[in-house]
């Protein structure tokens, strides 16, 4: 829910209950209002029959369209003393038409004379006045719930402008471009607030990325050349005079030395990849790519005594950059031929909706999930570095592609879905008809 309408909700939770509070207030402001100008009205229509008594006349039964009641008493109150009295009138009880009557006696003294004198007069009634306010609430209501709605939107868009415009920026904000992010500025002290936190914390993440970019391709760089060093002292160690103990210490060595090469090379191109430094520009085909590094690896499958079936289909183009193509393919296959058993075979299937690789193996001696984590390994393999699935993972996951790992039967599978296939379910559903004709098979 926007925040826009978090408000527009709020207001008419008020809003809804303010108004029977204030209709109440209201109603016994009018109805004390209207009893007091009775209430005066019939106080001077007392003292108007008090002056015509005064001068020796007689009152008539109504005066100023009030009916009056003069009655002869023996004993008198004080002429500030006045008696109300408020009650309803029913005139027809088959008609209901009650009417409500006020009431106010006063007591005059003329000649030595005492006289009760009271007068009445017919006013608006609770129910009317209840009827009145209802029909104008309602109205009330409804205008105020318009123009909340209405304006809400409208409002918003010129108060929220200042967040609306940091969110868009934060939207596009990104480390390569290594620019600092410059803010709208606003007289919104909280925006402001904001605003001045996001600045630092983009700030920070620039400058944290520019030096972190900076130490990878430092000790990338700098550890090559030892490394090419050591290489070389060994390779001269070799060449020497050494018994069968020293030439086997030197094998590891170098070994060694290569492996850490290779995890050299492939940290800095995680890092790479985490960085968002390979971006996809156009659509390459995916099949020519699967071709030539099935061609390229015939002759390690062929050695290893692996036997090899590939179903390429010709027209699959993926939008990938070309040099991730091959860094994919590469660690798929590789790993495949790794992993596998003696006399075993690997199956390379690639089609529009995905590329599956299949290989026999022994079962993974880890969780399944963490397969494709850094320095995680399905099985202790003595060659691997346990970062090539971890490379291909990053690479499926810049590029929108779905990654799949399953194990059954001693067949690993592993499916990448390329983008535009919708149903993943559908997906996993084939692999588990496939892996079930291979193991009919």
Not at 372 to 379: E, I, N, V, Y
Request: proline letters at 3%; charged letters at 25%.
């Amino acid at each position: 829910m926007k925040l826009v309408d978090r408000f527009t909700l709020w207001f008419l939770g008020v809003t809804l209950l303010i108004i029977p509070i204030n209709s109440f207030i209201t109603y016994m402001s009018i109805k004390s209002e209207i009893d007091k100008a009775a209430v005066e009205r019939l106080k001077h229509v007392n003292q108007r029959v008090g002056e015509v008594l005064e001068k020796g006349q007689e009152p008539g039964e109504y005066t100023q369209g009030c009916r009056i009641k003069v009655v002869p008493v023996g004993d008198t109150k004080p002429a500030d003393y006045y008696e109300i009295t408020d009650r309803d009138v029913t005139h027809d009880p088959d008609l209901k038409d009650n009417d409500r009557k006020i009431t106010v006696t006063s007591w005059h003294t003329v000649n030595g004379q005492h006289y009760k004198i009271t007068s009445g007069d017919y006013v608006t009634r609770s129910e009317q006045i209840l009827a009145g306010l209802r029909i104008s609430i309602i109205a009330k209501l409804l205008i105020l719930i318009a123009l909340v709605v209405l304006t809400a939107r409208l409002a918003s868009r010129i108060v929220l402008a200042p967040f609306y415009s940091t969110l868009k920026k934060l939207q596009h904000f990104n480390l390569k471009a290594k620019k600092k992010l410059s803010l709208r500025p606003t007289r919104t002290k909280e925006f402001s607030e904001l605003n001045t936190y996001v600045g630092k914390m983009t700030d920070k993440a620039v400058d944290d990325y520019i030096s972190l970019k900076e130490f990878a391709e430092n000790a990338s760089h700098e550890l090559q050349t030892p490394l090419a060093i050591i290489r070389s002292k060994l390779e001269l160690l070799s060449e020497s005079d050494i018994r069968g103990e020293q030439a086997v210490l030197i094998s590891d060595m170098q070994n060694s030395v290569d492996k850490l090469t290779h995890i050299n090379r492939s940290l800095v191109l995680l890092s790479r990849l985490e960085n968002n430094e390979y971006e996809s520009k156009e659509e390459v085909s995916f099949s020519k790519y699967a071709k030539e590094a099935m061609g390229t690896f015939e002759d390690l499958i062929t050695l290893k005594g692996l036997r090899l079936s590939c179903r390429i289909a010709d027209d699959v183009d993926v939008k990938l950059h070309a040099a991730l193509v091959d860094i994919l393919l590469n660690n798929l296959i590789s790993n495949a031929i790794r992993h596998n058993i003696p006399n075993g075979r690997i199956e390379v299937v690639l089609d529009r909706d995905c590329l599956r690789i299949i290989n026999t193996g022994v079962p993974p001696t880890g969780d399944p999930e963490e397969m494709f984590q850094r320095f995680k390994k399905g099985t202790q393999c003595n060659h691997s570095i346990g970062i090539g699935l971890s490379i291909v993972k990053q690479i499926c996951d810049i590029n929108s592609f779905q990654i799949r790992y399953q194990f059954a039967s001693g067949l690993h599978v592993i499916t990448i879905a390329f983008p535009g296939v919708s149903n993943s379910s559908k997906l996993l559903q084939n692999d588990e008809r496939y892996l079930h004709e291979k193991i009919q098979l």
